[in-house]
């Protein structure tokens, strides 16, 4: 996986999340994309993308509340 095909996945997880489960505050979706962010970061740095993507999903449903 590459960079583009991460960042494809992260903005249709978020965007999916923001509309499907209706996460209302901004700071939360701007926390989530911060998340998907480090991931990225942290997927650059191990050259492992599909690492990162599981991690940040799994990290933003850690964090998800109502």
């Known amino acids: 996986m590459d960079l583009l095909t ?3 996945f992260s903005i249709a997880y978020i965007l999916f999340h923001h509309c499907a489960i209706q996460i209302n505050a901004e700071f939360k979706l701007f926390v989530m994309a911060g998340t998907f962010i480090i991931a990225g970061a942290i997927g650059w740095y191990l050259h492992s993308f599909e690492f990162a993507l599981v991690f940040a999903v799994i990290l933003s449903l ?3 509340e109502n």
Request: proline share 0%.
């Open 62 to 64: 850690i964090k998800w």
């Open 6 to 8: 991460y960042t494809v």
